[in-house]
């Protein structure tokens, strides 16, 4: 159990292909160096499937997330095939035209149309893309699909430093469904949905509507309440398939069944959130901030996002120091009204700020609730019923080291 | 000059005495460690005095912040106490009293009524000040007011690494007349405004309501446009007091002689700014980042503020890595529509990218550009009339270790 308000076990392991009738494959053509996996490919057979997705909110979008845009709009889509290593951002008609490219040749190895292909690439931004080296990844990932999904989620790595899955079984009319996501992230994760990429599947038949309202709902719940760095991406999506193979009846918003299928969606995406954050680049502690009495769940979500996110605070994270007052300074630029008086701040259990002062406390102890893998800092703003958690992680040399050395 | 559209020499030394009629100290009372200074006075005895201010935009507010704005309404200023090491923020009833106390000592050696002394604070948050030290700080530094401006200049640093002073001088109406200010950062520093504290000073006579207009302009094209990590503070201020020495004819905001006094004032809290910049947490390299062609300044602004506020950019700037594609990242995630088909970027003199594709360059010339004291992104972003500049400076090691330190 993830979270106090879930339903469902959620298991770590098991990615994109624990839902029934889903093949996926990852290989190395040589875009990353070393040999590393670089392009995946993810497949159903089944001609009942529904995607919905959303995208990156950055001015500057990649040229496959325009091509997966058009292709799930199309409404037949049965594929993804997606390359790390290199974003295929910024790199203008020739960057576009490379994306086609690599849908129709991943189209054409399935035996699919063009446009029931979901492109998405991630990695640097401004180089082309080695197309024919991605050609050959892909002709070698179709040959080897399979019902194992590690080598899928090794493929659309960076910087992380560790694969990311998470598996749900609900029942729904009778019918064991499966909801299975595997995600990337590492830098560059912020809301909104500018984050990272992550692919969710499910077995269970739901219509298309519905799926597109679970997607934008639990995104907003879950990745897009995670910050690295405050840098939000070209490139970022979240594609949610349902292919229909548990046979049940199609899931839909009104139905009595939808707060199951939704919530094992959303649990799903709040593991793989939580993996992301804590795998943030250069990260050593997973940060949780829960605020609650907020008036809204929106305006507890800001507070708790604007602590989550910064430096200070996440630089305090890193040296074990219980420094609240960088709390309370986060939450107040945080672009939402709130009474300094009537907030108590907790590292853990221990409690350092209420009614507008310090509390006296074992400045040791709130130390100590830093230095766990995990660290939780809890604000209760009031007496509202707006509650929210996001998720980040602390701020360390070795964050500097790596995006003072990506590239050159 | 800082700046082609500067009309006005800049000195970078001298401060708020450098104007006639302005006395300061700066003295050490032990609220910083190591007999640092931190109490500063400044006064002026010319009754003509006009003060305005910009203050903080966070909700949260510490407690001198609102003695400094009842003093500044109150409209009779004539001297300013401050003291560095606490920022007595988030200390509750007490504080408040506390800020008060202060101000009310600093009357007293001053032979002035309370109301008449601006209050500012800044250090740690959350811990109450050490009045008794303060009070005593406040009577050495009163007797020893000068025409020197260094100690105070000393007095109101934190984890700064120098003073940061600037002087301009320009012809009102016969009169010739100074403008002079001191600052301090060096971390939370990011718009709006809730940012550091910064004390300017000009001789010349200058009606109030023409100050404020004055002040919150040119703080808004300068001190708001520079960024260090993105927090922003609960303490911080603008401070222009104009003590009316020179004895010109009153400023007025439609006088023909406006221009050259807002010139001025701009030329001095833009030079500071960058000093702040410069000087930000650990940071080896100033970052200037101008957007033209944007369809206004704001437009402008927001695009080159987000440039300069990546951490991604800040780490290729400390890796000496022209990562153009953070550059355009960060763009698109300003807020402000662009067209990034009609955008162009150079790292200093090499020009990287241009109508939407990479712009082949030498990357070694690139990097170079990068590895100077100073560092220029320029970016154009169509054929609008708007222009802006923000700085920045690179995130490094340093960073992480002061601010994984500073409390513990």
């Given at each position: 159990m993830t979270d106090k308000n879930s339903v469902h076990g959620i298991e770590a392991r098991g990615g994109v292909t624990a839902p029934e009738g889903f093949l996926a494959a990852g290989v190395s053509c040589g875009v990353r160096r070393k040999g590393l996996r670089d392009v995946g490919l993810l497949y159903t057979p089944s001609e009942r499937t529904a995607a919905a997705a959303v995208y990156t909110t950055n001015v500057v979008k990649a040229a496959p997330v325009r091509v997966a845009r058009e292709a799930v709009e199309a409404a037949e889509v049965r594929a993804l095939v997606v390359n790390?290593?290199?974003?295929?951002a910024a790199t203008g008609e020739r960057?576009?035209?490379?994306?086609?490219?690599?849908?129709?040749?991943?189209?054409?190895?399935?035996?699919?149309?063009?446009?029931?292909?979901?492109?998405?690439?991630?990695?640097?931004?401004?180089?082309?893309?080695?197309?024919?080296?991605?050609?050959?990844?892909?002709?070698?990932a179709a040959a080897s699909l399979s019902r194992d999904g590690r080598s899928f989620a090794e493929a659309i790595l960076t910087t992380d430093t560790c694969t990311k899955e998470a598996v749900a079984r609900v029942e729904i009319g009778g019918a064991t469904v499966t909801v299975g996501g595997t995600a990337k992230g590492s830098g560059m994760i912020h809301p909104d949905m500018a984050t990272m990429l992550a692919f969710i599947t499910t077995d269970a038949a739901v219509e298309r509507e519905c799926l597109e309202a679970t997607v934008r709902r639990a995104a907003d719940r879950t990745f897009n309440r995670i910050t690295v760095d405050g840098d939000t991406s070209t490139n970022d999506m979240v594609l949610l398939l349902a292919n229909g193979v548990a046979a049940n009846?199609?899931?839909?918003?009104?139905?009595?069944?939808?707060?199951?299928?939704?919530?094992?969606?959303?649990?799903?995406?709040?593991?793989?959130?939580?993996?992301?954050?804590?795998?943030?680049?250069?990260?050593?502690?997973?940060?949780?901030?829960?605020?609650?009495?907020?008036?809204?769940?929106?305006?507890?979500?800001?507070?708790?996002?604007?602590?989550?996110?910064?430096?200070?605070?996440?630089?305090?994270?890193?040296?074990?120091?219980?420094?609240?007052?960088?709390?309370?300074?986060?939450?107040?630029?945080?672009?939402?009204?709130?009474?300094?008086?009537?907030?108590?701040?907790?590292?853990?259990?221990?409690?350092?700020?209420?009614?507008?002062?310090?509390?006296p406390?074992?400045?040791?102890?709130?130390?100590?609730?830093?230095?766990?893998?995990?660290?939780?800092?809890?604000?209760?703003?009031?007496?509202?019923?707006?509650?929210?958690?996001?998720w980040g992680c602390d701020l360390t040399y070795e964050y500097v080291r790596i995006n003072g050395d990506y590239r050159t």
């Open positions: 790390s290593g290199n974003a295929n960057g576009l035209r490379d994306a086609y490219e690599m849908q129709r040749l991943a189209a054409e190895e399935l035996g699919l149309a063009p446009r029931q292909v979901v492109v998405a690439s991630t990695g640097v931004i401004g180089e082309y893309l080695p197309v024919d080296r991605v050609g050959s990844g892909i002709r070698e009846e199609p899931v839909t918003l009104g139905a009595p069944e939808y707060p199951v299928f939704y919530a094992a969606v959303e649990d799903v995406m709040r593991e793989l959130a939580r993996q992301i954050a804590r795998d943030g680049e250069g990260a050593t502690r997973l940060l949780e901030v829960v605020v609650e009495g907020a008036p809204d769940e929106g305006a507890a979500a800001a507070l708790a996002r604007s602590v989550a996110g910064s430096s200070l605070v996440k630089a305090a994270v890193f040296g074990e120091d219980a420094n609240w007052g960088r709390v309370l300074c986060a939450m107040g630029y945080a672009g939402v009204g709130f009474d300094p008086e009537s907030t108590r701040i907790s590292f853990g259990p221990v409690e350092v700020f209420a009614a507008g002062a310090p509390v406390h074992d400045v040791e102890a709130a130390n100590a609730a830093l230095a766990g893998d995990e660290v939780y800092i809890t604000a209760s703003v009031g007496e509202g019923p707006g509650a929210a958690t996001a």
